[in-house]
C-alpha cells in the first residue's frame, strides 16, 4: 500500500510510502491518502494526526511526473466540474489538530500537504521548495495561498517567483516550521507533540483549532464573539468540571470528549 495509517495512544500516523519514488503522489496514491485522512478525521478515537513520508529521503515531492498526463476534456469543463489540476489533495480538511514531520524533501505538492497541516516540525536534512514556475506551472493544490498565510509576504513570493529551494534552518527563520530536530529524533519529537496534544481536553482542543483557523479570515470583532460564544458552550462540559477537580486533587485528568 502507497499509504499506511497507524492509530496507537488517540494519535493516527499517516505515512505516504512510494520509497522508489521520494513518496510522490501519483492518483492512486492521491485517493488513498485522502481515503486515510477521512478515516482519521471521523474515527472517534483519533485525537491528533501526523503526516510523514517513509525513510528519510523525502517527506513528499509533490505529483509523480512520470505519471503525470495532460488532462482530458475542454478547459471548461475541467474547470466547472471542479476536476483536480494535481493528484495532490489540496483539502485535506480536519477539525482535529495535524501535524506534519517533515523529513527530506519537501517539494512542490509535498510542500503543499505540510501546509494544510496546523503544526509542522521538520528534521535537519530537510529541503522546501515550490519550484513549479520553474516547469512552466504554478501550485495546484493551495500553495500559492497557504504559502503567503503561513510565513511573511515577502518571503513566500520569494519562494514562489523564483521557485528556489530553502534548507530547515531557513524555513525555521522565516517561521515555515517550527522546530527543526535530528532526522533520528523526528519521529519521537513529533509524536511527543501530538501525544501532549491528545492529553488535553478534546472538546476545548477542537474549539482552539476552529477559532483559531477562523480567525484569520474574519475581523477581530467576529472572531472575539466567535471566542465568547465557544467559551461558554463549554462552561458546563464534563471534561472542564474533570480537568478543575484533578487540579484540586493533584491527579491526571481523565478526558472523554464530553
Given amino acids: 500500500m502507497s499509504v499506511k495509517t497507524e492509530i496507537k495512544d488517540n494519535v493516527a500516523s499517516i505515512t505516504i510510502d512510494r520509497l522508489e519514488a521520494f513518496n510522490a503522489i501519483d492518483s492512486e496514491t492521491g485517493a488513498a491518502l485522502r481515503e486515510?485522512?477521512?478515516?482519521?478525521?471521523?474515527?472517534?478515537?483519533?485525537?491528533?494526526?501526523?503526516?510523514?513520508?517513509?525513510?528519510?529521503?523525502?517527506?513528499c515531492v509533490g505529483a509523480d511526473l512520470k505519471k503525470t498526463t495532460p488532462p482530458s476534456g475542454s478547459a471548461p469543463r475541467r474547470h466547472f466540474r471542479r476536476v483536480p489540476p494535481s493528484p495532490v489533495?489540496?483539502?485535506?480538511?480536519?477539525?482535529?489538530?495535524?501535524?506534519?514531520?517533515?523529513?527530506?524533501?519537501?517539494?512542490?505538492?509535498?510542500?503543499?500537504?505540510?501546509?494544510?497541516?496546523?503544526?509542522?516540525?521538520?528534521?535537519?536534512?530537510?529541503?522546501?521548495?515550490?519550484?513549479?514556475?520553474?516547469?512552466?506551472?504554478?501550485?495546484?493544490?493551495?500553495?500559492?495561498?497557504?504559502?503567503?498565510?503561513?510565513?511573511?509576504?515577502?518571503?513566500?513570493?520569494?519562494?514562489?517567483?523564483?521557485?528556489?529551494?530553502?534548507?530547515?534552518?531557513?524555513?525555521?527563520?522565516?517561521?515555515?516550521?517550527?522546530?527543526?530536530?535530528?532526522?533520528?529524533?523526528?519521529?519521537?519529537?513529533?509524536?511527543?507533540i501530538a501525544s501532549r496534544i491528545a492529553a488535553n481536553a478534546p472538546l476545548a482542543v477542537l474549539a482552539v483549532k476552529d477559532l483559531a483557523t477562523t480567525g484569520r479570515d474574519v475581523p477581530l470583532a467576529v472572531g472575539l464573539e466567535l471566542e465568547r460564544q465557544s467559551f461558554s458552550m463549554l462552561l458546563s462540559s464534563e471534561d472542564r468540571i474533570e480537568g478543575r477537580l484533578a487540579f484540586s486533587e493533584k491527579r491526571r485528568p481523565i478526558y472523554k470528549g464530553d
Avoid at 42 to 59: C, P
Avoid at 103 to 125: H, P, W
Avoid at 155 to 165: H, K, T
Fill in 36 to 59: 486515510a485522512w477521512e478515516q482519521a478525521s471521523a474515527n472517534e478515537e483519533v485525537r491528533v494526526i501526523v503526516l510523514t513520508g517513509a525513510g528519510t529521503r523525502a517527506f
Fill in 89 to 192: 489533495p489540496s483539502d485535506l480538511r480536519c477539525m482535529k489538530p495535524m501535524i506534519a514531520a517533515i523529513n527530506g524533501y519537501a517539494l512542490g505538492g509535498g510542500l503543499e500537504l505540510a501546509l494544510q497541516c496546523d503544526i509542522r516540525i521538520a528534521s535537519s536534512n530537510a529541503t522546501f521548495g515550490l519550484p513549479e514556475v520553474s516547469v512552466g506551472s504554478i501550485p495546484g493544490a493551495g500553495g500559492t495561498q497557504r504559502l503567503v498565510r503561513a510565513i511573511g509576504s515577502s518571503d513566500a513570493m520569494l519562494m514562489l517567483l523564483g521557485g528556489d529551494r530553502i534548507d530547515a534552518q531557513e524555513a525555521l527563520r522565516i517561521g515555515l516550521v517550527s522546530k527543526v530536530v535530528p532526522p533520528e529524533d523526528l519521529a519521537a519529537v513529533a509524536h511527543a
